[in-house]
């Protein structure tokens, strides 16, 4: 019997989450069954099971590689002296999810983001899916944190500001960013660099003068 390539296992194992992602997004979690997978995917029940033990571990994969993208592209960024500006970083990381995602679509439009908010809305109820969700926050919250660190020694922000205050704040940013895409349509990453450019470009006059 001939032998399957790692290839052909990890072409099946991402058509699946595709699938799943599709599914997750264009119905919630809840209304969607595995058989609604099935169907999506084309494949056998044994074929999905070799992989996934069930919706639970379909909604922890993508959660935990849509992490680790992000992860890794702060970590990049985390790694050059000084990181690039954060307008430009942050933006940079969001193409680069988004693109990998882009193939994913329901009705024409991208499921990405609308998967986003579906999860964000099963961790109300899902505790095993907060727990992924929280631990992988932290480690992308921590990345940024170490990056505004590097931007203060570099003289490129201000030092009286706490860097964990900054990276929530970027992270709500881009979290924002894709709520909107999921409630009011598509629109380009640029939108995002470009106005977190204009904030950044605001001269603090009033900071000198406040009393205690």
């Known amino acids: 019997m001939a032998r399957v390539s790692q290839e052909h296992l990890d072409a099946r194992r991402r058509q699946i989450l595709d699938g799943a992602a599709v599914c997750f997004a264009r119905n919630g979690f809840h209304a969607t069954s595995m058989q609604d997978v099935l169907k999506e995917v084309d494949l056998s029940a044994g074929a ?3 992989y996934f033990s069930g919706k639970d571990a379909l909604i922890a994969a993508i959660v935990g590689e849509v992490l680790d993208q992000v992860h890794e592209g702060f970590e990049e960024g985390a790694r050059s002296t000084p990181p690039p500006p954060p307008d430009a970083l942050l933006a940079s990381v969001l193409s680069r999810v988004l693109a990998t995602k882009e193939s994913v679509t329901v009705d024409g439009r991208p499921a990405f ?3 986003i908010v579906q999860v964000w809305t099963e ?8 727990a992924v969700l929280r631990e992988g926050y932290g480690v992308v919250q ?5 990056i505004v660190e590097a931007y203060q020694d570099a003289g490129m922000m201000r030092p009286d500001v706490t860097p964990d205050h900054v990276a929530r704040t970027m992270m709500a940013s881009a979290m924002g960013f894709l709520a909107q895409q999921a409630l009011f349509g598509p629109a380009p990453v640029e939108v995002l660099r470009d106005g ?3 904030l950044m470009s605001v001269p603090d006059r009033g900071a000198g003068s406040q009393s205690g």
Do not use: C, F, S
């Open 142 to 146: 921590r990345t940024w944190a170490r």
């Open 113 to 115: 983001p609308r998967l």
């Open 48 to 50: 999905v099971y070799r």
């Open 196 to 198: 977190l450019r204009g």
């Open 123 to 130: 961790t109300l109820r899902n505790d095993e899916l907060a």
